[in-house]
């Protein structure tokens, strides 16, 4: 009973390096999104897929990547790392455009 | 520019006594609202939801009100436990993709 799962959970980049969070559910959901979550803050949309193939821009695309190539996964890269970018990313699912299901984040730090 | 606020970063409650969490959405075309609970280091899992036709919803101790002319919904917790205390995220859509949230209040039940 996996639900959502994002990797890694912590990861510390240097400034200009790059790197993917990958997001998987098994609940064969077709809407997938990534927030950002910035401390005292509410959480941020970055993309969001509506299925296989289709992917959208949310409030705080940039700096951002994200394809949809199955239905099970939805991996959000960072090209080119920035302080800015430093937040919890939380990867969700849902089977409509309803209640969500999240992942339990990932925290990523930019030095 | 925070389409949906919650003014109140805090609350304390005791326990058995009601917890009213409060959430203000600027956007008259959100026609959909739910309610998420989050534990630290952990993501936000699905309290109760209520679209725009009804002004009520209830499960168990927790009930959301709508206010459609003040744009303004509420969300009761009768009676409230110890187990209640956590983060509550207001969130609102009105395409049914892309879900903004509030900032959150941090609910703590005192024994």
């Known amino acids: 009973n996996a639900g959502v799962t994002q990797t890694p959970k912590f990861r510390i980049l240097k400034i200009g390096q790059s790197m993917t969070l990958q997001c998987t559910q098994d609940?064969?959901?077709?809407?997938m999104y990534w927030y950002r979550q910035d401390p005292g803050m509410g959480l941020k949309l970055i993309y969001y897929?509506?299925?296989?193939?289709?992917?959208d821009k949310g409030e705080v695309p940039n700096g951002y990547n994200v394809s949809r190539s199955t239905t099970e996964d939805f991996p959000l890269r960072l090209e080119l790392a920035a302080p800015s970018q430093t937040s919890v990313y939380f990867c969700?699912?849902?089977?409509?455009?309803?209640?969500?299901?999240f992942g339990e984040g990932s925290r990523l730090t930019v030095l | 520019d925070q389409q949906v606020k919650q003014n109140s970063p805090s609350l304390s409650v005791q326990e058995g006594r009601i917890s009213i969490l409060n959430c203000d959405y600027t956007?008259?075309?959100?026609?959909?609202f739910l309610w998420y609970k989050k534990y630290p280091a952990e993501g936000p899992t699905f309290l109760i939801s209520?679209?725009?036709?009804?002004d009520k919803n209830e499960d168990g101790r927790f009930t959301v009100f709508l206010n459609k002319s003040a744009k303004h919904l509420s969300l009761h917790i009768v009676p409230s436990q110890p187990g209640d205390s956590a983060v509550y995220f207001c969130?609102?859509?009105?395409?049914?993709?892309?879900?903004?949230f509030g900032t959150g209040t941090s609910l703590t039940v005192i024994p």
């Open positions: 609940m064969n959901h077709n809407y």
């Open positions: 209520i679209s725009s036709i009804k």
């Open positions: 956007n008259s075309m959100f026609d959909y």
């Open positions: 969130a609102a859509s009105g395409n049914g993709n892309q879900f903004y």
């Open positions: 969700a699912s849902s089977y409509w455009a309803g209640e969500l299901f």
């Open positions: 897929s509506v299925g296989a193939g289709i992917t």
